[in-house]
């Protein structure tokens, strides 16, 4: 179920298409269409509309009738959080309310329900936003990112939101971002609010933003920096191996030693010898193979030559 602490979904892309808004609008705008199409940053749609809503909807098509999961207010560099699990409040409903009166509905809605109903505590939260620029589109003005909304230091929301959705519900014109991300969920993630002006277009805050409640950080840059260390990472251990593999040191260990002390020096019978080079000076590991030590026999009495190219090996890499 949906509840306080787990992560609402939302990957935003953001397409700057004109006339979007116009789409779900069959009435006659012509004055409005003469506008600009106006766009507005995410933390600025927070700040200009502070009441926010989040539901499953059908594929794009939120209607009258879809129910609210969750009410958002926000307000200065707060949020309250109201569940709205335990009341059926839709789409429908709130169109017809200023955002005052719908608060205040809302909370008479809840306390009805539960005689336990507490207002929501106003927390600090933050918008971290990472953007990533879209390989696959052409549009440079399209940016992709994620936006968690942290509460009090804890991401609870990591909304996966593909696009900006706009559309008239009963009352009012409502638009936001709809993640349509999560092939295992049949019904679309809406994070919407109600705005006077159906043409606006929301997009994601900018990397050099002053703003103190967001950060917006290059994350996918990061994550293909990431991808790319890992692979080095790899590719050395492989290098490393084979250097290890390649030395002659290893087939005189698997003839002499192996059988004691492991098919990768792991230890068995005798202990762990992976770290034996930091243990031991190169003299002491031909005298130990050699000579034996405590519970170890000799075993390479008579092989000086072997004996030092394997003392040899367990001091290069046997270490840390
Ligand atoms: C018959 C089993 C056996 C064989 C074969 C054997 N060892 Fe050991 N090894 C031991 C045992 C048992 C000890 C633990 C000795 C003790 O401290 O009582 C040991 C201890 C050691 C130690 C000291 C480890 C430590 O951390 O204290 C080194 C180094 C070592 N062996 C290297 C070798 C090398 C190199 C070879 C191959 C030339 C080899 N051993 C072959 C049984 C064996």
């Given at each position: 179920?949906?509840?306080?602490?787990?992560?609402?979904?939302?990957?935003?892309?953001?397409?700057?298409?004109?006339?979007?808004?116009?789409?779900?609008?069959?009435?006659?705008?012509?004055?409005?269409?003469?506008?600009?199409?106006k766009?507005?940053?995410?933390?600025?749609a927070?700040?200009?509309?502070?009441?926010?809503?989040?539901?499953?909807?059908?594929?794009?098509e939120p209607?009258?009738?879809?129910?609210?999961?969750e009410?958002?207010?926000?307000?200065g560099?707060?949020?309250?959080q109201f569940?709205?699990?335990?009341?059926?409040?839709?789409?429908?409903?709130v169109s017809?309310?200023?955002?005052?009166?719908?608060?205040?509905?809302?909370?008479?809605?809840?306390?009805?329900?539960?005689?336990?109903?507490?207002?929501?505590?106003?927390?600090?939260y933050?918008?971290?936003?990472?953007?990533?620029?879209?390989d696959?589109?052409?549009n440079?003005?399209?940016?992709?990112g994620?936006?968690?909304?942290v509460?009090?230091?804890?991401?609870?929301?990591f909304?996966?939101?593909?696009q900006?959705?706009?559309q008239?519900i009963g009352e009012?014109?409502?638009?936001?971002?709809?993640?349509?991300?999560?092939?295992?969920?049949?019904?679309d993630?809406?994070?919407?609010?109600r705005v006077?002006?159906?043409s606006?277009?929301?997009?994601?805050?900018?990397?050099?933003?002053?703003?103190?409640?967001?950060?917006?950080?290059?994350?996918?840059?990061?994550?293909?920096?990431?991808?790319?260390?890992?692979?080095?990472?790899?590719?050395?251990?492989?290098?490393?191996?084979?250097?290890?593999n390649?030395?002659?040191?290893?087939?005189?260990?698997?003839?002499n030693?192996?059988?004691?002390h492991?098919?990768n020096?792991?230890?068995?019978?005798?202990?762990?010898?992976?770290?034996?080079?930091?243990?031991?000076?190169?003299e002491?590991?031909k005298?130990?193979?050699?000579?034996?030590?405590?519970?170890m026999?000799?075993?390479?009495?008579?092989?000086?030559?072997?004996a030092?190219?394997?003392?040899?090996w367990?001091?290069?890499?046997?270490?840390?």
């Amino acid at each position: 179920m949906y509840g306080k602490k787990k992560w609402i979904v939302m990957v935003v892309s953001m397409v700057f298409m004109l006339g979007l808004a116009a789409c779900s609008d069959t009435d006659d705008k012509d004055v409005e269409e003469e506008e600009e199409e106006k766009t507005m940053v995410f933390s600025d749609a927070l700040e200009q509309y502070p009441v926010w809503f989040y539901l499953h909807g059908e594929p794009n098509e939120p209607t009258k009738d879809s129910t609210i999961r969750e009410m958002f207010v926000f307000e200065g560099e707060q949020i309250q959080q109201f569940d709205l699990e335990p009341v059926d409040i839709t789409l429908g409903e709130v169109s017809e309310y200023s955002d005052e009166e719908l608060i205040s509905y809302v909370e008479e809605e809840l306390s009805a329900a539960s005689d336990s109903y507490e207002e929501p505590e106003a927390k600090n939260y933050t918008l971290d936003i990472h953007l990533f620029d879209d390989d696959e589109s052409d549009n440079s003005e399209e940016k992709t990112g994620v936006i968690d909304v942290v509460i009090d230091e804890e991401e609870i929301a990591f909304v996966a939101w593909e696009q900006p959705i706009s559309q008239t519900i009963g009352e009012a014109d409502f638009i936001g971002l709809v993640n349509d991300g999560d092939p295992e969920v049949d019904a679309d993630e809406l994070f919407i609010t109600r705005v006077d002006e159906p043409s606006l277009t929301i997009t994601l805050d900018q990397p050099d933003t002053t703003k103190s409640v967001v950060t917006v950080q290059e994350w996918m840059e990061r994550q293909k920096q990431k991808d790319l260390e890992g692979q080095d990472l790899e590719a050395l251990a492989e290098e490393e191996l084979e250097k290890i593999n390649n030395h002659p040191g290893a087939d005189i260990y698997a003839q002499n030693c192996l059988s004691c002390h492991g098919e990768n020096l792991e230890g068995s019978i005798g202990p762990d010898l992976t770290l034996a080079g930091d243990r031991f000076s190169e003299e002491e590991l031909k005298d130990i193979s050699q000579n034996g030590k405590d519970n170890m026999p000799p075993i390479m009495s008579d092989n000086e030559e072997d004996a030092d190219v394997l003392a040899e090996w367990l001091s290069e890499f046997m270490k840390e």
